[in-house]
């Protein structure tokens, strides 16, 4: 990693950005049936002083639009004059599935969040993600990857992290989220290729598919700076501390409870996410009302992700349930008490029904 003492250098890919210099360019990742340029929007702002190269990604998944809106804020915020390093910002890395607003490439349905680091001469995901990751992740330092749950569902704000993995606490820890999961990530996935291959990397998992949320989207904005301001990258900025900071190892009980029955799901929890073992957290019921059946909590946690559409099949996920221990969760209620619960809290019932004001 460049220190603040070494001349600063231009970012290189096929072009040259120079320090001092910001440059809003596109960059062609592929082709279309007609042969022509598929092309990436991306932001380098190069700072007037040297220091760490921090990418960060939107849309690897196409709906998943909330980062989209994230980086176009940072493209805009920051200046070669303020930053200490480079900001490569690569603001929709799914191209074909973000104009198809889905979540897949579409041919053929390929996940480019498991096409990583990709190879040359491969299927179209893998040719994607090996020019994607060789032009510009590989060149950088540290990197954030925003992403929002998967269509009909929504998520709690938190990071996904190997903390395991050097250098990566200090990120996620910078980035400041009250939640990480934390694990290896995927195989064949951004974050965990690029935290593999020494380049510290957290997943942000911010809302819903297909919409801008403005809250989270400022949660987001104010993680971005604490982490540019943690590593020098943006000194002027503040380093943030959550009210409470709570890892999730792999060995920790965590558990997507799925529907048994098909049928209308009627969503009993709230607002808070918070829910003791035993506790009612949905109903799904036959059109008749003849059969009920009641999903309950196995054990007090948190729910981090849960199924928005009201209708289920036998295994569809219906909740993801972290267990919280007596510690965690007496933080978490005092929180709530004080009404400063907000990261999701706030989204309580109204972030179930928040469809209309987030369009
Ligand atoms: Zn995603």
Same mark, same amino acid.
């Given at each position: 990693m460049a220190t603040d003492e070494s001349e600063p250098e231009p970012f290189r890919y096929e072009a040259e950005v120079d320090p001092g210099e910001k440059r809003h360019v596109r960059h062609e990742i592929g082709e279309t049936y007609l042969g022509d340029a598929v092309e990436m929007p991306v932001t380098i702002i190069n700072g007037e002083r040297d220091g760490p190269r921090v990418f960060m990604t939107?849309?690897?998944?196409? =709906?998943? $639009?909330?980062?989209?809106?994230?980086? +176009?804020?940072?493209? =805009?915020?920051?200046?070669?004059? =303020?930053?200490?390093?480079?900001? !490569?910002?690569?603001?929709?890395?799914?191209?074909?599935?973000? +104009?198809? +607003?889905?979540r897949y490439i579409p041919i053929y349905d +390929? =996940?480019?969040?498991?096409?990583?680091?990709?190879?040359?001469?491969?299927?179209?995901?893998?040719? /994607?993600?090996?020019? !994607?990751?060789q032009t510009f992740l590989a060149q950088c330092d540290l990197g954030l990857d925003f992403h929002t749950s998967t269509r009909n569902r929504t998520t709690m704000y938190h990071a996904r992290a190997d903390v395991?993995?050097?250098?990566?606490? @200090?990120?996620?820890?910078?980035?400041?989220?009250?939640?990480?999961?934390s694990g290896e990530g995927d195989a064949?996935?951004? @974050?965990?290729?690029?935290? *593999? *291959? &020494?380049?510290?990397?957290?997943?942000?998992? /911010?809302?819903?598919? #297909?919409?801008?949320?403005?809250? %989270?989207?400022?949660?987001?904005l104010a993680g971005v700076e604490s982490v540019l301001a943690e590593y020098g990258v943006y000194p002027e900025g503040a380093v943030?501390?959550?009210?409470? #900071?709570?890892? /999730?190892?792999?060995?920790?009980?965590? @558990?997507? $409870?799925?529907?048994?029955? &098909?049928?209308?799901?009627?969503?009993?929890? &709230?607002?808070?996410? %918070? !829910?003791?073992?035993?506790?009612?957290?949905?109903?799904?019921?036959?059109?008749?009302k003849d059969e009920e059946r009641i999903v309950e909590a196995p054990f007090t946690g948190l729910i981090v992700g849960v199924l928005e559409n009201p209708v289920a099949l036998p295994g569809h996920p219906v909740c993801h349930l972290v267990r919280v221990d007596t510690e965690t969760r007496e933080q978490i209620e005092r929180e709530i008490n004080r009404g400063e619960f907000d990261g999701y809290r706030s989204y309580g019932q109204r972030w179930m029904a928040d469809d209309e004001e987030a369009e």
């Open positions: 939107a849309a690897v998944h196409g =709906d998943e $639009l909330n980062g989209g809106k994230v980086l +176009q804020e940072v493209a =805009d915020r920051y200046a070669p004059a =303020d930053v200490h390093g480079t900001l !490569v910002l690569l603001h929709v890395v799914n191209v074909p599935g973000y +104009q198809a +607003q889905q +390929q =996940d480019l969040n498991r096409s990583f680091p990709g190879k040359e001469r491969s299927n179209t995901a893998e040719r /994607m993600a090996h020019e !994607v990751y395991d993995e050097p250098g990566v606490e @200090r990120l996620v820890h910078a980035f400041n989220t009250n939640v990480v999961l064949g996935s951004l @974050r965990s290729v690029a935290t *593999n *291959n &020494g380049t510290p990397t957290v997943t942000v998992e /911010m809302g819903k598919a #297909h919409r801008f949320q403005p809250a %989270l989207i400022e949660k987001a943030s501390e959550p009210a409470w #900071h709570k890892v /999730m190892g792999p060995s920790e009980e965590k @558990r997507w $409870l799925r529907a048994d029955t &098909g049928g209308l799901v009627e969503m009993e929890w &709230g607002p808070d996410p %918070l !829910v003791e073992a035993g506790d009612t957290i949905c109903t799904i019921s036959d059109h008749f």
